[in-house]
């Protein structure tokens, strides 16, 4: 992945924010961010409950984000249209996104998959690398963790409040004592990802750094620092159940390392390198192989036992970000920079089985529902798009709004679906609900 450094740093910062496309636009998102005159505007900032948006609200008419379009001189359909003639989409290797065009599937837009249930504008969501977006992760329908700042939280969305459970802004050390753990710890982490599942929660950080945390204890379990290269930050983290029942987490990092920690010893278990900066790494459901993406336009699906690569995988045209596997253990994901996902099937790693477009940028996180159904693929900003699995990715519910994504993530139970929003103004968490045809019991959710 990019250096955080000199002109990817000057992009990150044009990529965030929203274009002034219209004198209005903009001075109507400053007055929000540093407060008006307005009666309603104050009283949305004192209550935060009232700023959110509800499902009965967007029933209503009222847009998710809660952006005013009716005290504005631009239309909502106007500002989408100029967004996505204006976005600009990060690439390693010029025009991937425009020469990958030639190979996506055409697919039937107009599914309705999850419903938009709450925008939680009290939950601030934030990023500290463009590239890099697994902030955001459900362990229940209605328990979120994500980072916001310096902190990680926890958002419970019944009862509508959030909680710190890791803040490292100043020094975080380890309370237990285990072999090879780093007890003098960290201080002023910059978290680049995370995982949580379970009780565990995983950190990872811009120098190497990996915090693990057990919901369930006080204080931090463990420290270690993966590396003290210069280009060390921890790209991506996945945690699993190994066969024998212990959980494991895999980091992914810019030295071109994948490193496996055992949760039960509190070890290193594995280390493998690869010829260039690993962004992301899945494991399969059987815990055999894994899908290896990096800087690289070709992928890896290697042995997890020895790191020895099984096959390479071509098609794509850039930096891949984004992996994930479908829990049948037989098909998988990969996302890149060149605005595509593309859908593998281990039968026949020749080609790709399906090719699905983004519309405005790459395709930065990708989860599948635990039950098979559905996979969310996220774009930088904007756009996330949910799939229908079962039936071959024909058709696709669009997510549409406005503002960075920091991550999505389905519950375990496939009920809830979050994505995280970054921006000055209009930054939350979105919440939206799986569509059943009992719909009549919502009365008592």
């Known amino acids: 992945m990019s250096h955080y450094q000199g002109d990817d740093a000057e992009y990150m910062e044009d990529e965030y924010e929203m274009e002034d496309v219209d004198d209005d636009m903009d001075e109507e998102f400053r007055a929000r961010e540093m407060g008006s005159d307005s009666d309603i505007d104050e009283y949305d900032y004192l209550n935060n409950k ?6 009965a609200d967007a029933r209503n008419g009222k847009d998710i984000q809660g ?10 359909d106007k500002y989408r249209q100029t967004r996505l003639e204006q976005y600009k989409n990060y690439e390693n290797i010029p025009h991937s996104g425009e020469d990958s065009k030639k190979d996506c599937k055409i697919t039937e837009k107009g599914g309705m998959y999850y419903e938009f249930r709450r925008n939680s504008r009290s939950v601030k969501s934030t990023i500290l690398h463009f590239q890099l977006r697994n902030l955001v992760w459900a362990t229940t329908k209605h328990d979120v963790y994500l980072m916001s700042h310096f902190s990680v939280i926890h958002w419970s969305s019944l009862t509508c409040s959030k909680a710190d459970v890791l803040d490292v802004s100043g020094h975080v050390a380890p309370t237990e004592k285990h072999p090879g753990s780093l007890l003098e710890g960290f201080t002023q982490t910059q978290v680049s990802t995370l995982a949580v599942k379970d009780n565990l929660l995983v950190a990872g950080g811009f120098q190497g750094e990996l915090i693990c945390k057990h ?113 049948d253990g037989v098909t998988f994901a990969t996302g890149n920079q060149d605005k595509t996902c593309r859908i593998w099937d281990v039968r026949n790693l020749s080609k790709s089985l399906a090719v699905l477009k983004g519309n405005l940028g790459a395709i930065r996180s990708i989860r599948y529902t635990s039950d098979g159904q559905y996979m969310a693929m996220a774009e930088p900003a904007d756009f996330v798009h949910v799939y229908d699995v ?42 939206y609900g799986r569509c059943r045809n009992y719909s009549y019991l919502d009365s008592f959710v």
Not at 50 to 55: E, L
Not at 67 to 76: F, K, Y
Not at 409 to 421: C, H, R
């Open 50 to 55: 009232v700023a959110d948006t509800s499902a």
């Open 390 to 431: 079962k039936n071959g990715y024909e058709k696709e519910q669009e997510i549409d709004f406005f503002g960075e994504i920091s991550g999505v993530s389905f519950s375990p139970d496939t009920e809830a679906l979050y994505i995280g929003v970054w921006d000055r103004t209009y930054g939350s968490l979105l919440e």
């Open 67 to 76: 952006i005013p379009w009716e005290r504005l001189s631009i239309t909502r």
């Open 215 to 327: 919901l369930d204890r006080p204080g931090v379990s463990f420290c270690s620092r993966t590396t003290y290269d210069d280009n060390a930050i921890t790209n991506a983290v996945e945690i699993y159940d190994s066969p024998s029942g212990a959980v494991h987490f895999t980091a992914s990092n810019n030295d071109c390392g994948v490193r496996d920690f055992d949760m039960e010893k509190y070890q290193l278990s594995k280390h493998f390198r690869f010829p260039w900066p690993v962004n992301h790494t899945s494991l399969s459901p059987d815990g055999k192989l894994l899908t290896i993406v990096g800087d690289s336009p070709d992928g890896m699906l290697v042995d997890s036992s020895s790191g020895k690569t099984v096959t390479s995988l071509s098609g794509h045209l850039d930096f891949s970000f984004a992996s994930a596997w479908h829990p």
